[in-house]
Structures are given as structure tokens and as C-alpha cells.
């Protein structure tokens, strides 16, 4: 039954995904004066199954001095690691429960690095290794960050089920009680999926396309789909962990559509960072401010335990 339910899901998912897609190219398109797509169905909303099959019947191309297995392989990994993180899905019913899903989400997350990273090598491609590079040190020295906030409203649960959060969220949501984690976690989101404004890995003035650049057909939407499932997937963990986890409700589905929404808002209306900046940070901001916030709420709850 979990099975079942799993793959239901994920083809939902991927639904979501490619109107995801023209939600964003829409909103781009308003907030940059124009229509956005319109011509195919009603509103354009074919547009997104026009795109995918147009990527899917073009030609697969490769370097001729690729390193090929890898080279083929690095976008499935990236879209199974993808489909993995999906399985954390908090459901009441008939599934496996996981008892240890946040460490299951940051084993997937660091995970991910390794198909970034391969996909830019194996192209061996001067541009694609450079962008993958950037992308996997930012990734990397995000997710240390982004870790210690969660851990540090882990300590609010007592348990890394995401189920829980739900349970003690039920009188008050854990944004109110710590709002600058949630200011830098939002922020950890935008680099951890390689978003606006930190989108390094995609810098077209000095590196084309990153480390997808000699990419093309079915390994390019493969690349494509597994971000923006990613971009999903973390809207929903925002939701789970700070704002209130209310599965039962519609409410939820809206906080996590609106959260999308926010990511496409935020690639709209800001300038690329400078490389050094972003460095400086998550170093010199982010992590300070988690630790700091993490040894605060592990002396509050020594104290109320004593």
C-alpha cells in the first residue's frame, strides 16, 4: 500500500512540478510587464506538457570526450535522490513512518552534491566544472547552516519525526518563537536549491549554464524536474517545521503554494549576489547566529527540565 501511495504521489508531484513551471514563468512575465505564456489551451496552461515533450523527442547529444556512463547517469541519481526525499511525505495512514526523517532529509540534501558535481566533471568541460564547483561549495557550506536550525527547533520537539511537529504546533507556530532562524533558513532555501539570488551556478555572464550546460533532451529535464521537485520539497518543509504543520487542513497546501510563489517572487525582483558575499554569509551570519540560537534554546531547556 505504501508503494502504491508513494508512486501516486510522485506522479502528482511531477504534475505540480511542470505548473510550477508556468506559474513561474508567468509571474516573470507580469512582474516584467508582459503575458507570460498564453497561446497553448486556455491561459497557456498546456505549455508545461508542450515543454516536456518537446525536451523529451530532441535529439540526446554528448560530448565527444565525455565521461559517458557518468555523464548519463548523474541526472537520474540527482532525480532519484529527488524521488527519495519525497518518501518523507508526512501522511497518517498507511506508509512507513519515519521516525528519523529529518536526519533521512539531510542525508538526501548532502547527497544531492554528489550528482552536481558528477554531472559537471563528466561533461569535461571546462565551464561545467567551474559551475559545478560553485554550486557544490555553496550547497555545502549552506547546508551546515541550514542544519544546525534545524536542529535547533529539534530541540523544540524532542524527536526528528516530522509528524511531531505537527503535534506541537498546535497552539502556536514555531516562526513566532524563532523568527531570525526562520529569516535564515528562508535564505538557506533560496541557496540550497540554487535559486535567485544565489544562483551562481547559472551565472550566464561568465559560465553559460553552470554545470547542466552540456546538457540536452531527456538528461536536461531530468536536471530540471529535480530542482523544482527540490524547490517544492522545501516550501513543504518550511511548512512542516515553522508554519504550523496543519496537515488535516487546505491551509497547509496554500502556505506551500505560497512559499513557491516566494521563491519565484524573490528570483523577480533581486540582483544576483556577489560570490564572496554569499561565502561571507552563511559563514559569518548564519552559522554564528544558529549556533548561538542552538546553545540559547539548549540552556532553556536544561533549565526548565531542572
Known sequence: ??????????????????????????VLGYIQLRKGP?????????????????LFFKEQTYPYKSNYMIYYLSPMFLLV????????????????????????????TGMGVYGVMLSGWSSNSNYALLGSLRSVAQVISYEVSMIMIMLCLVIFVFSYNL?????????????FMSLPLFFCWMSSCLAETNRSPFDFAEGESELVSGFNVEYSSGGFAFIFLSEY????????????????????????????????FWF????????????DKLMYLTWKLFLPLSLNMFLFYMGLLIYMLH
Request: proline share 2%; glycine share 6%; hydrophobic share 60%.
Open 1 to 26: 500500500m505504501f508503494m502504491l501511495i508513494y508512486l501516486l504521489m510522485i506522479v502528482f508531484v511531477l504534475i505540480c512540478v511542470s505548473f510550477v513551471t508556468l506559474l513561474e514563468r508567468k
Open 264 to 275: 519565484i517572487w524573490v528570483r523577480g525582483v533581486l540582483p544576483r549576489f556577489r560570490y
Open 38 to 54: 498564453n497561446k497553448l489551451g486556455l491561459l497557456g496552461l498546456l505549455q508545461p506538457f508542450s515543454d516536456g515533450l518537446k
Open 229 to 260: 521537485m527540490n524547490i517544492i520539497f522545501m516550501s513543504l518543509m518550511t511548512s512542516v517545521i515553522f508554519l504550523g504543520c496543519d496537515l488535516m487542513s487546505l491551509w497547509f497546501y496554500i502556505k506551500i503554494m505560497f512559499i513557491v
Open 81 to 108: 535522490m529527488s524521488f527519495l526525499m519525497w518518501s518523507l511525505f508526512p501522511f497518517f495512514i498507511n506508509v512507513c513512518n519515519f521516525n528519523y526523517g529529518i536526519l533521512f532529509f539531510m542525508i538526501c
Open 163 to 175: 509528524l511531531d511537529f505537527m503535534y506541537y504546533q498546535q497552539m502556536g507556530w514555531f516562526m
